[in-house]
């Protein structure tokens, strides 16, 4: 199993947090902690950093209704550096250490599978995994925690949604030889091959003539980008996202990689936007958070509220954090509990209103993964609203090819 680690690791640590103005001392000595646990520091911090960011107006929000069953909320937030061993130390010291009776997961895939091990050898409190998107996490029995659920986006609903996506655009413009190149680590790999499955479905002729693996936060793509231009594909298809998908698209403009070859990506988000120099029109890409997808008008409140509050937009991992809240809230609110059989019963499928969802809704499935939430793909724009002609996915298509994923892999 990629990324796990052993059981047996636990060290102290101290709190961190905030606490909403109007409780006084006796409220707080009855805080209701939340742990999350994430990469906060590095190339990939944006992960971590959106993801705080979004739980501590969550906090505000919470506290300023009564926080839950009376008590007021606080986070304690813990940085992994993107060490899955780190992240299993923090998750059993947050629980064990710090009495954190509800876990906000954070991490990355890699670290995601070693939190997932900590929750399951606990077997007493509830997780919510915000982030990661390695599909077996929630997809796979064997995997799969009683207490551990899954509020983010999966690589295999991403690859189905963006491989039709693709394969309508391949073929309209004559694009048969591809290359890839992607993060060299679970997700990476796993959701790369789900893609390649999905699109050689779609359009057989498609021919993978080279591929790429840097690893996370690597800070020089040159090898890479050299590689790929030698190969000469029509089109690359991407994994990297945050600070490695900014610094690959400038280190590219260098070598005027974007003008030799059409470049596929679901990972842009608005802060990786900001950081890319001199955006390249054209890119086929996913949305991850856009105020315009949904376009309504409490997505885009939403949006504006995050962008008042922190000076800059919000991502993907920003409203799968928000919603892991709201998922929370509604199953304290149904079991008047903390109990973590309790709330996972209560969670097993649940149904919650949401402005990123596609019909307004999003749903947790009794198998701990979410669907439902809107999807599409566009192409990017170096303006406002930057992903232009957005073709919502088809969720019944999602499904269906999920559940036939599924049975190859002996999961149903």
Sequence with gaps: MSGLVTRRTVLAGGAAGLLAAPW??????????????????????????SSRNSLLIEQDRINAAGGFLGRPIEFVFRDSKGQPQEAARITRELVNSTGCELLIDAEASSGSFAVQEVVRDLGTIACIHTNSETSSLTADPKIRAPTAF??????????????????DYASAKKLNKWA????????????????????????????VITDAWPKLGQPDFTEVITKLIQAKPQALFTLLYAGDLS??????????????MMVATP????????AIKNLPPGIQ??????????????NKEWGQAYLKRWNERPTNWSWQNSVAMHFYEEAIRKTNSLDAKALAAALAGMKINSPFGADGTITMRDDHTTVGYAIGWGQTTPKEPF????KPADWGKIIELETEWKKQQKYI
């Design 180 to 207: 890839t190149c992607s993060p060299d680590y679970a997700y990476g790999r796993d959701t790369t091959a789900q893609y390649l499955q999905f699109f050689k479905q779609f359009k057989p002729d498609v021919e």
């Design 247 to 260: 610094a690959f698209v400038n280190q590219g403009n260098v070598y005027a990689l974007f003008s030799q």
């Design 285 to 298: 890409s996913a949305t991850r958070y856009l105020e315009t997808f949904p376009d309504t008008p409490a």
């Design 24 to 49: 006084v001392a006796r409220a707080q000595a009855n805080t209701l902690r939340i742990g999350m646990q994430s990469i906060l520091s590095g190339p990939i911090a944006l992960l971590g950093t």
């Design 387 to 390: 992903i232009i002609d957005v």
């Design 150 to 167: 899954r509020v983010a986006r999966q690589g295999v609903h991403d690859a189905v949604a963006g491989s039709i996506y693709l394969a």
């Design 267 to 274: 990972n842009v988000d608005y802060p990786v936007l900001a």
